[in-house]
């Protein structure tokens, strides 16, 4: 049995300047919140990492926390926002004033792209964005045509996270993790990803059930209440209080960077 286990440090160091930075959890459900605030905590030490393109199927909270402090140069998801609670300050601040850049992402180019990843080729063909203005807007994304139909398909090509981060309800030292039933694409994220950290709510001897297996995860760490203030169903509720005052408070940059450095001091 190998222990996995690392400090949260020593975790957000495993996060080079350059790469692409998944994120787990859908919207403001168990996002690995604790993992970014250390994050933040190493750029303001050490201005590392910068320049990171950040992928989540939905972005939230833990997103715009990241793209205000400067670390992110471009975004990958097809959802940047705080539901109920608005728009995302941050983000909304950055993109319309083209200070990061914007790819255009779906859940069908995200799906498809991971599974291309998944299945060890160059892309993944699908029916989505034909008949769209969306590949005008990534001419990364080509065509492809059907040698069995002569239908004209378009041709997503594969995402491979550097580092995917994913927050669990429980863990073992080895790595083996539970994440819940609203999984997103967190169970694809381990798969694909080069280095892989789980952040835990508990870590325990064993597990009766896994969605998550240790020969995908690079490191484990402890986080109680890693999530919060978003949810981690069943453990614990969202803090709505807590988001309000984020949007209520976060308008621009300097309010941002007022708010930040109170965080990090509690």
């Known amino acids: 049995m190998k222990d996995k286990q690392i400090s949260i440090t020593e975790a957000a160091a495993l996060v080079p300047s350059g790469s692409t930075l998944a994120l787990g959890g859908m919207t403001l459900y168990r996002r690995p919140m604790a993992f970014v605030r250390a994050l933040i905590h190493r750029h303001q030490e050490i201005g590392d990492p910068h320049d990171l393109t950040l992928l989540t199927f939905t972005a939230g909270l833990e997103s715009d926390l990241l793209v205000g402090s400067g670390m992110i140069a471009r975004v990958r998801t097809c959802y940047f926002g705080l539901e109920i609670f608005g728009f995302a300050p941050m983000f909304t601040y950055h993109a319309n004033r083209g200070e990061i850049e914007v790819m255009e992402e779906t859940e069908a180019s995200i799906a498809f792209g991971l599974r291309a990843q998944l299945a060890g080729v160059g892309f993944m063909p699908g ?65 694909t990803a080069k280095t892989v950290i789980i952040t835990a709510e508990e870590i325990v001897p064993q597990l009766n059930k896994v969605d998550v297996i240790t020969h995908c995860v690079t490191a484990v760490v402890h986080t109680p209440r890693g999530a919060a203030p978003t949810s981690c169903y069943p453990l614990y509720l969202l803090d709505g209080m807590t988001l309000l005052s984020y949007v209520e408070q976060v308008k621009d940059p300097d309010s941002f960077f007022d708010y930040i450095n109170d965080w990090l001091n509690r």
């Open 127 to 191: 029916r989505a964005w034909i008949g769209t203005d969306l590949p005008k807007l990534r001419p990364d994304v080509r065509t492809v045509v059907d040698p069995y139909s002569g239908e004209e398909l378009m041709a997503f090509p594969a995402i491979q996270p550097d580092v995917a981060v994913i927050h669990a309800l429980r863990a073992d030292v080895e790595g083996n993790a539970q994440i819940g039933v609203n999984k997103g694409i967190d169970s694809e994220l381990p798969v």
